[in-house]
């Protein structure tokens, strides 16, 4: 079965600089991967998803991440941080077994520092 | 609002009583799931509706829980004699499938959060 593992529960960084939030995977065929937000008291929202195609994916509010096969990461950033970013942010990988089921990793924390 | 729709979005009740929360998706997904979040942990899978089957359920799912989405629209996830393990935020997505490896994006709702005294 499918895994996910974000390193570091909480990250904190200053307004303006660099967004780096880790995220590898285990899967035994080819991954769809996923980053979510979560604000306080509020369902998950899609920042982006990978299915096939080009490893570097874009998505909304200026986050984009990069899928690497050989090191089965997929890591989002941020070149400058944003007092509105700070939320909780979760990576997924979609189950290989049909209803594309996601498997969510534990989460962390972005604080952003003024 | 389009959006999926949960309520109640908080729920305080004591241990041994029965909670029931629903979910209205999206109307046009006919794909339906229950996730369970809790502090500090990502959401954790607990079935899943395809139109009104109930087709995969999560060994999370004891006997005290139970899903049903009767005409294929709005689902209802049943609890019965809660306990305290049981708090945490329910929340509940759709997505409209094509095909049974051809699907959309999982929209999910703001959640219910369940409290258990």
């Known amino acids: 079965a499918q895994s996910v593992t974000q390193l570091g529960s909480h990250v904190s960084v200053s307004e303006g600089a660099l967004v780096l939030l880790r995220c590898n995977y285990s899967?035994?065929?080819?991954?769809?991967l996923f980053w979510y937000v979560q604000y306080p008291n509020q369902g998950l929202q899609l920042l982006l998803k990978?299915?096939?195609?080009?490893?570097l994916v874009k998505g909304i509010n200026g986050f984009e991440a990069e899928f690497k096969k050989s090191e089965t990461s997929f890591h989002l950033t941020k070149p400058s941080a944003h007092m509105s970013d700070a939320a909780e942010y979760f990576c997924?990988?979609?189950?290989?077994?049909?209803?594309?089921?996601?498997?969510f990793g534990a989460g962390t924390i972005l604080r952003v520092k003024s | 609002d389009t959006g999926v729709s949960q309520n109640p979005r908080h729920k305080i009740t004591k241990r041994g009583q029965n909670v029931t929360f629903r979910c209205d998706p999206i109307?046009?997904?006919?794909?339906l799931y229950w996730y369970r979040q809790t502090l500090g942990q990502g959401p954790e899978f607990l079935t899943y509706?395809?139109?009104?089957?109930?087709?995969?359920k999560s060994r999370l799912l004891s006997d005290r829980f139970s899903a049903e989405r009767p005409k294929g629209s709005f689902s209802t996830l049943e609890i019965q004699r809660t306990e305290q393990g049981d708090s945490a935020m329910y929340l509940c997505?759709?997505?409209?499938?094509?095909?049974?490896?051809?699907?959309?994006?999982?929209?999910f709702g703001e959640g219910s959060r369940l409290t258990v005294l």
């Open positions: 997505a759709s997505s409209l499938g094509v095909t049974d490896t051809v699907v959309g994006e999982l929209f």
């Open positions: 899967s035994s065929v080819p991954p769809y």
């Open positions: 997924a990988v979609r189950e290989e077994e049909y209803g594309n089921k996601l498997v």
């Open positions: 109307s046009e997904h006919n794909r």
């Open positions: 509706f395809q139109n009104e089957a109930q087709l995969e």
């Open positions: 990978y299915t096939t195609g080009a490893t």
